[in-house]
């Protein structure tokens, strides 16, 4: 099936700092959406991307959808404690189901 | 806007028993709703596709008649765990597509449920 391989699997920074991650796919896809899950709960949609090349932002995230459809990061600026948690990269190929990337683990320090 | 509830939020079942989880779409209708597995630390894993009025379609290596799925309605769509065995522990979430999406790739995710089987 399709695979999405995101990165880095975890980091931990300190409050303020910028953080970055990306997923990439060796097929194309057709939409990029990226989730924050936290502990117990469901996965809450940040930003959905449709065309290629898209630069979207939503408060301090700013997520683009690769111009080879192939890729896509997501940017958190200033982080806060409440940015904790696992950030994951999801796509369409076509099909109606999601494929999603292996998450990123999120832990920022005050 | 866009809201999934999923009930119940923790069950604690003994093997042999079965478990239906409930997801509903509160302020819109969905013809496609999704099961997933999460297992912890792990990234959500497709089970099925649920549409309305008719059968489910199941992702390779899920049981059918194992995880029996039923969507009677624009907004419900339930799993059950039949026969449920310790090794079906695990976190199950749904999401839902909603029919104004058109051409639009949205899914929203309900809260999940915890299921632990004794």
């Known amino acids: 099936g399709q695979q999405l391989n995101q990165s880095p699997q975890s980091m931990f920074i300190q409050e303020g700092e910028d953080v970055s991650m990306n997923c990439t796919s060796s097929?194309?896809?057709?939409?990029w959406l990226w989730y924050k899950q936290d502990p117990g709960e469901g996965p809450v949609l940040l930003i959905a991307?449709?065309?290629?090349?898209e630069l979207t932002s939503n408060g301090r995230l700013t997520a683009q959808f690769g111009i080879t459809r192939k890729d896509s990061f997501l940017n958190i600026s200033a982080s806060i404690p409440s940015d904790v948690g696992i950030y994951f990269c999801a796509g369409y190929t076509g099909r109606r189901a999601l494929t999603f990337g292996s998450g990123t683990r999120l832990q920022v320090q005050p | 806007g866009a809201v999934v509830s999923q009930h119940p939020s923790r069950v604690i079942c003994k093997s042999g028993t079965s478990v239906k989880i409930e997801c509903r779409s509160l302020d819109f209708q969905a013809t496609t709703m999704f099961w997933y597995r999460q297992f912890p630390k792990k990234s959500l894993m497709l089970m099925a596709t649920s549409n309305e009025g008719s059968k489910a379609t199941y992702e390779q290596g899920v049981e059918k008649d194992k995880f029996l799925i039923n969507h009677a309605s624009l907004t419900l769509s339930t799993l059950t765990v039949t026969s449920a065995h310790p090794e079906d522990s695990s976190f199950y979430i749904c999401?839902?597509?909603?029919?104004?999406?058109?051409?639009?790739?949205?899914?929203?995710f309900g809260p999940g449920t915890r299921l632990t089987v004794t």
């Open positions: 097929s194309i896809f057709n939409t």
């Open positions: 991307l449709y065309k290629a090349g």
């Open positions: 999401s839902a597509r909603p029919v104004s999406s058109g051409t639009r790739d949205e899914q929203y």
